[in-house]
């Protein structure tokens, strides 16, 4: 089966359009999304004023099993945080305030979505 066609594919793009289009409606800009580094990817970067937000995203149908940010554990802050630094290395952007955010997204099969944003969830690893 191919990524395009991964029903966990399929949803972790709508949750990723989903959280983009509330953090716009919340004022922050989209700067790219999708973006892969040699390091790694980041779903969505942001800006919130001056601040460059890198936000990953968690979608999941249900919380049966967890919520969907805990599976943003200290592996994946390590990985993130070096995609983070790539990308503001290559786009002169040092010394520019950032932060890391999480959104998480529950899709359930039917009814509304559940979208939740924690900002500056975690600080930047080594």
């Given at each position: 089966m191919s990524p395009d066609n991964d029903p966990r594919h399929e949803l972790g793009r709508e949750g990723e359009r989903l959280a983009e289009h509330f953090l716009r409606r919340h004022g922050l800009k989209t700067v790219t999304r999708h973006f892969a580094t040699p390091v790694g990817e980041l779903d969505l970067v942001m800006r919130d004023g001056d601040t460059v937000a890198f936000v990953e995203v968690k979608t999941r149908r249900d919380r049966r099993h967890a919520d969907p940010e805990d599976a943003v554990g200290r592996d994946k802050q390590r990985r993130l945080t070096r995609a983070a630094r790539w990308f503001?290395?290559?786009?002169?952007?040092?010394?520019?305030?950032?932060?890391?955010?999480?959104?998480?997204?529950?899709?359930?099969?039917?009814?509304?979505?559940?979208i939740e944003h924690f900002p500056g969830a975690f600080s930047p690893t080594r």
């Amino acid at each position: 089966m191919s990524p395009d066609n991964d029903p966990r594919h399929e949803l972790g793009r709508e949750g990723e359009r989903l959280a983009e289009h509330f953090l716009r409606r919340h004022g922050l800009k989209t700067v790219t999304r999708h973006f892969a580094t040699p390091v790694g990817e980041l779903d969505l970067v942001m800006r919130d004023g001056d601040t460059v937000a890198f936000v990953e995203v968690k979608t999941r149908r249900d919380r049966r099993h967890a919520d969907p940010e805990d599976a943003v554990g200290r592996d994946k802050q390590r990985r993130l945080t070096r995609a983070a630094r790539w990308f503001i290395h290559h786009r002169g952007w040092d010394g520019r305030p950032c932060r890391f955010d999480i959104v998480s997204v529950i899709l359930p099969g039917t009814g509304e979505a559940e979208i939740e944003h924690f900002p500056g969830a975690f600080s930047p690893t080594r």
